[in-house]
C-alpha cells in the first residue's frame, strides 16, 4: 500500500513537472509571464481530437501535429500581441491572461465537454508493481518527464540556440551586444513553452477527459510550481513538483483528499514567508536593476 | 488639398482656455463646462435610481459594485501593482461581513465597515510577502489564492461550505441599499482621484514608474506599497460585503473568476491610470453584459478579447479618449 | 588630529557569481573632506558606491557611518541618515516637468525629520532648489518638462534631489559625464559651494583635470582594489596608477 502511493505520488510528481516546465522555460527566459499557457494546453487537447476524430489520423501523426500548431499560435500570440507591449511587464501579463481567458471561456461555450473527448492512450496495458496496479499511460508520463527534462539540459547546453536561450536569460543586455535578437528568442522561448504545454496535453489528458476548467487548473498547478521552485529555475521545478506532488499524494493517502489543496496553498504561503522567489529562484539584487 | 506640407495641430479649445483661470467664474458657460465632467457621474449615480425600474436598478447596483471593484484594481496598477484576483478582496470582505452577522448577529450597518477593513487587513496580509518581488508574483499569486480558497471551503466545508451561509440580514431598505453603494462609490471616487492627484499618488505612480529612483530619496517603498494594497483591498472587500446583505447570501461563487476579470476589462476599456476611466469602463460593460446576457459565456470571452486588445491597441482607454476631445481640437496648418 | 571619520569603509568584499567586483577595500573620510574616487572602467568605483548606500550588501567586510555599522540597512533608511547619492544614468520622471521630479524627494521622511516635523510648500522648495543648482528662474526652465530637458539640466536636476535631502554626505556618481566644459565649470561652484556648507563629497570621476581642482583627497581603484590612496598630486605620481591607467610599465 505505501509502496503503491509512494509510486502514485511519483506519478503525480512527474505530471506536475511536465506542466509547469513550458511556463517555466518561457518565463525564464524571455521574462514573459504567459498566463495563457492553460489555454494553449487545451487548445493542443482540442487539436488533437480534432484531428483524430475528423481526418482519422493516427494520434501518433496527430500529436506532434497539435504540438507544431500550439507552437505557431505561441510565435503568433508573440508576434502580434506581445511584441508591441514588450517590456511593459503589466501589459504582458494582462495580454495574454486577456488571451487565455477568451480562449478558455470560448470553449466552454462551446460545451465541447464530455467521456468522448478524450485522447487515446498510446499503449493500452497495464502493470502489476509490488501490490499496485499502474497502467502503462502513467509509467510513459515519469518516463516521458524525466527524457524531457534531460532532453532540456541537454538542448540549453549544447544547442546553439539552447545557449543563446540561457544567454538571454542570464544578461539580455549583454547577449544583446553578441548579436543575440532578444525578440526573435522571445519569440521562440514563449512558442516552445507553448509546445511544451501541448506536449504534457497530449499525454496527460488520455488520463481522463478534456474539458475547458482544466485550463485553469494547469494554470494554478503551474503557476504553484514554479512560485515555490522559483521562477526561470529548472531545478526549482523539479523540487517544487516532487515536493507539492509527494506531499498531495500522502495527504490524499493519510489523511483526506479534501486536504490537498490546503496542503498546497499552505506550501505556497511558507515558501513566499521564508524565501519569497522560491527554492532556487533568483531574486536579482537591486544594483542589477540599476 | 495636397497634406504633404501640412501638419496636424491639437490645441486646447477656447472655451477651455477662457474657464482655465479665476475668470470663469464671470460666465455660466464656462463654469458649466468645468462642473459638467464632474456633475455628470454624481447627477447620474443619484437621480437614476428615481426613474429606472426595479430591473435596471439592480444593474445600476452592479454597476456600481464593479466599478468599486474596478477603482481597487486601478490603484493597484497605478501603484505598480497588477491585480488577477479582485475576487480575493470581494471575497473576503464577503465572507467577513457573512460570518460578522451570521455568527455574532452584527447589524449589516456595522458588519459592512468592519469586513471591508478586516477584509482589507487579511487580503494585505496574504500578499505582504510578495510585495519585495517582482510584479509579476503578484499578479501569480493574486490569481492563485481564491481559486484556492474555493476549493478549500468546498473541501473543508468551513462557514457553510458548498452550500455557503444564508439567511444574512439585509440592510434596512431598498433605498438605503442603493444609495448606499452609490454614496461609497461616490465618496470612493472622488476622494482617492483626489489622494492619487496628490504629491502622496505621485510617490506612488513612482514607485511604479522608478522604483530605484524612490528608494534613493529615502523612502520606504514597500510600506506605500502596503498602505496602497490595503487601501485597494478594503474597496474591494467592502464591494464584497454590500452584495452579501444584497444576496443575504455568502458562498463559494464569490470567488469566481467573473470578480476577477470584469474589472480588469472595464479599468482597461475605460482608461487605466484613472479612477473616472475606470468607473466610465464599468458604466458601459456592466449594463453590457447584462444585455448580452442572453449569449452566456461567450461574454466572457469578450471581455478576455477586449483586454487583450486595448491594453495593445487603445492602452489609453475611453476616457482619455473622450477627456482630449473635450478640452482640445485638431486641425490641419501649414507647414512654415 | 582626532576627529573621527563621518564615513568607514572597512575590508569590502563584493562577489558576483564569480567575479570579485571588490577586494578589501578600506579608507575613511573625514567630515567636510572632497574625495575622489576614480579608476579605470570596470574597476569598482559604482559598486562601491552601491555598497556605501545599502542598494548591494557586501560578501564581507564593514560600512560604518559616523562610529554606526551600517552594513546591511536598507537604502531608504541609509538615505534617512543623511547619505545622498546621484546615479550616473540619469533617469527622472520624464513625463512629468522638472520641479515636480522633486516633489519625491522632498516627500522623504527625512526631510519632514530636518524641517523639525513639518513639510512646508514642497512646490515653492523645490522651485527654490531648483534656482540654487541653476534653473534659471526667469525662463522658467523649472516648469520644463523633463523630456525636453538637455543632459546638463538632468544633472543638474539629479544633483538637486541629492541635496533636497539635506545631507550630510554626498556621493555623486560621474556628475560631469556627457557635459561640456562650460556646463562643468557652471557646476563646480555649486560644489564647492555644499564643501564650505561642511558636507562631505564623494565623487565618481573619470574628468580628472576638473576633479583634482577641487578634491581634497583621491582613492584609486584598479580591478576591485585600492591601489592608491592621498592627495591628487602624490596619486598621480604612483606608479601603480599610471600602469592601471596607461598599461604602462614604469
Redesign the interface.
Known amino acids: 500500500m505505501f509502496l503503491g502511493t509512494m509510486i502514485y505520488a511519483l506519478i503525480n510528481s512527474a505530471i506536475l513537472a511536465l506542466m509547469a516546465i513550458g511556463f517555466n522555460l518561457t518565463?525564464g527566459i524571455s521574462g514573459v509571464?504567459n498566463?495563457a499557457y492553460g489555454a494553449v494546453y487545451i487548445l493542443a487537447a482540442y487539436a488533437s481530437w480534432l484531428l483524430l476524430n475528423l481526418t482519422g489520423i493516427s494520434f501518433w501523426l496527430a500529436a506532434p501535429i497539435a504540438i507544431l500548431l500550439s507552437m505557431a499560435f505561441g510565435a503568433g500570440m508573440y508576434r502580434f500581441?506581445l511584441l508591441?507591449?514588450r517590456g511593459q511587464?503589466?501589459?504582458e501579463?494582462?495580454?495574454t491572461?486577456?488571451?487565455?481567458?477568451?480562449?478558455l471561456?470560448?470553449f466552454?461555450?462551446l460545451g465541447l465537454v464530455g467521456f468522448e473527448y478524450t485522447l487515446p492512450v498510446l499503449i493500452d496495458e497495464s502493470f502489476m508493481i509490488a501490490d499496485t496496479m499502474v497502467d502503462m499511460q502513467r509509467i510513459l508520463i515519469v518516463l516521458m518527464a524525466g527524457l524531457l527534462v534531460a532532453g532540456l539540459w541537454a538542448f540549453t547546453h549544447y544547442t546553439r540556440l539552447g545557449l543563446a536561450f540561457r544567454g538571454i536569460a542570464q544578461d539580455e543586455r549583454t547577449a544583446l551586444t553578441l548579436g543575440m535578437d532578444s525578440d526573435r528568442i522571445a519569440m521562440l522561448a514563449v512558442s516552445f513553452g507553448c509546445g511544451l504545454a501541448a506536449f504534457a496535453a497530449c499525454i496527460v489528458i488520455p488520463l481522463g477527459s478534456i474539458s475547458p476548467s482544466e485550463g485553469?487548473e494547469v494554470?494554478?498547478k503551474a503557476?504553484?510550481v514554479?512560485?515555490i521552485g522559483g521562477?526561470g529555475s529548472t531545478g526549482g521545478v523539479i523540487l517544487a513538483s516532487f515536493l507539492i506532488g509527494f506531499a498531495e499524494r500522502l495527504t490524499d493517502a493519510y489523511i483526506s483528499?479534501?486536504?490537498t489543496?490546503?496542503v498546497?496553498?499552505a506550501a505556497?504561503?511558507i515558501v513566499?514567508?521564508i524565501k519569497?522567489?522560491g527554492f532556487f529562484g533568483r531574486?536579482k539584487?537591486?544594483?542589477e536593476?540599476? | 488639398m495636397s497634406r504633404l506640407n501640412q501638419r496636424r495641430e491639437r490645441i486646447d479649445r477656447g472655451i477651455k482656455a477662457r474657464a482655465g483661470d479665476v475668470f470663469a467664474l464671470c460666465s455660466w458657460r464656462e463654469m458649466l463646462y468645468l462642473l459638467a465632467p464632474r456633475l455628470i457621474p454624481v447627477v447620474g449615480f443619484l437621480g437614476l435610481p428615481l426613474v429606472l425600474d426595479d430591473y435596471w436598478q439592480r444593474v445600476l447596483l452592479s454597476v456600481a459594485v464593479f466599478a468599486l471593484l474596478a477603482i481597487s484594481w486601478d490603484i493597484l496598477?497605478q501603484s505598480?501593482m497588477?491585480s488577477?484576483g479582485q475576487s480575493l478582496f470581494f471575497g473576503l470582505g464577503a465572507y467577513c461581513s457573512g460570518i460578522l452577522n451570521h455568527y455574532f448577529g452584527w447589524h449589516p450597518l456595522i458588519a459592512l465597515p468592519a469586513a471591508a477593513l478586516l477584509g482589507g487587513l487579511v487580503s494585505t496580509l496574504?500578499l505582504l510577502?510578495?510585495l519585495?518581488?517582482?510584479?509579476?508574483?503578484f499578479?501569480?499569486?493574486t490569481?492563485?489564492?481564491p481559486?484556492?480558497?474555493v476549493?478549500?471551503v468546498?473541501?473543508?466545508k468551513i462557514f457553510g461550505g458548498t452550500e455557503g451561509l444564508s439567511g444574512i440580514a439585509p440592510l434596512p431598505s431598498k433605498w438605503v441599499e442603493m444609495y448606499l453603494i452609490v454614496a461609497v462609490l461616490l465618496g470612493v471616487l472622488f476622494g482617492f482621484r483626489r489622494m492619487l492627484n496628490s504629491d502622496y499618488g505621485l510617490v506612488l505612480k513612482g514607485i511604479k514608474d522608478n522604483d530605484?529612483s524612490v528608494?534613493n530619496a529615502g523612502i520606504n517603498i514597500y510600506w506605500f506599497k502596503t498602505q496602497a494594497l490595503f487601501i485597494a483591498s478594503s474597496i474591494g472587500a467592502l464591494a464584497g460585503a454590500f452584495m452579501t446583505h444584497v444576496y443575504m447570501f455568502v458562498g463559494m461563487p464569490v470567488f469566481a473568476?467573473d470578480y476577477s476579470?470584469l474589472p480588469?476589462?472595464a479599468a482597461?476599456v475605460g482608461g487605466p491610470g484613472t479612477l473616472a476611466g475606470a468607473t466610465l469602463g464599468a458604466v458601459i460593460l456592466v449594463p453590457l453584459s447584462e444585455i448580452l446576457r442572453g449569449?452566456?459565456?461567450?461574454r466572457?470571452?469578450?471581455?478576455?478579447?477586449?483586454?487583450?486588445?486595448f491594453?495593445?491597441g487603445l492602452?489609453e482607454g475611453l476616457f482619455h479618449y473622450v477627456e482630449r476631445k473635450y478640452h482640445q481640437f485638431e486641425r490641419w496648418v501649414e507647414v512654415e | 588630529m582626532g576627529a573621527a571619520p563621518i564615513l568607514e569603509v572597512r575590508g569590502l568584499y563584493k562577489n558576483f557569481g564569480g567575479i570579485q567586483a571588490i577586494s578589501d577595500l578600506s579608507f575613511e573620510l573625514a567630515e567636510g573632506e572632497l574625495l575622489g574616487l576614480i579608476g579605470p572602467n570596470g574597476s569598482g568605483k559604482t559598486?562601491a558606491v552601491?555598497l556605501i548606500t545599502g542598494?548591494?550588501?557586501p560578501t564581507k567586510g564593514d560600512v560604518f557611518y559616523r562610529g554606526r555599522r551600517i552594513t546591511g540597512v536598507a537604502?531608504y533608511a541609509i538615505v534617512g541618515m543623511g547619505i545622498a547619492r546621484t546615479?550616473q544614468?540619469v533617469k527622472p520622471f520624464y513625463r512629468l516637468p522638472a520641479y515636480k521630479n522633486m516633489i519625491i524627494p522632498l516627500y522623504s521622511p527625512r526631510v519632514k525629520k530636518m524641517a523639525g516635523g513639518r513639510y512646508g510648500d514642497r512646490d515653492a522648495v523645490a522651485l527654490d532648489l531648483l534656482e540654487e543648482v541653476g534653473f534659471e528662474r526667469d525662463a522658467q526652465v523649472a516648469y520644463k518638462t523633463a523630456s525636453a530637458l538637455p543632459q546638463g539640466y538632468l544633472k543638474r536636476l539629479e544633483l538637486a534631489k541629492a541635496i533636497s535631502l539635506q545631507p550630510d554626505v554626498i556621493i555623486l556618481d560621474e556628475l560631469f559625464s556627457g557635459l561640456s566644459l562650460a556646463e562643468v565649470a557652471s557646476i563646480v561652484p555649486i560644489i564647492e559651494k555644499l564643501g564650505m556648507e561642511g558636507k562631505t563629497i564623494i565623487m565618481i570621476e573619470h574628468r580628472l583635470k576638473e576633479l583634482f581642482r577641487i578634491a581634497d583627497r583621491v582613492v584609486v581603484l584598479n580591478y576591485g582594489q585600492k591601489i592608491a590612496d592621498g592627495k591628487p598630486e602624490q596619486v598621480m605620481e604612483s606608479d601603480a596608477v599610471k600602469k592601471a591607467y596607461l598599461g604602462v610599465d614604469a
Open positions: 518565463f509571464a498566463f500581441v508591441r507591449v511587464a503589466l501589459s501579463v494582462i495580454a491572461f486577456g488571451i487565455g481567458l477568451a480562449v471561456e470560448l466552454n461555450y485553469y494554470l494554478i503557476l504553484a514554479c512560485i521562477l483528499s479534501h486536504w489543496m490546503i498546497s496553498l505556497i504561503l513566499l514567508v519569497p522567489s531574486q539584487e537591486l544594483e536593476r540599476i | 496598477s505598480g497588477i488577477l496574504f510577502p510578495v519585495r518581488l517582482r510584479g509579476v508574483y499578479s501569480m499569486v490569481l492563485i489564492i481559486l484556492m480558497l476549493r478549500i468546498e473541501a473543508t530605484r528608494i473568476l476579470i480588469i476589462a482597461v449569449i452566456g459565456g461567450l466572457i470571452v469578450f471581455y478576455g478579447i477586449f483586454l487583450a486588445v491594453i495593445v492602452p | 559598486t552601491n542598494f548591494v550588501k537604502p546615479f544614468m
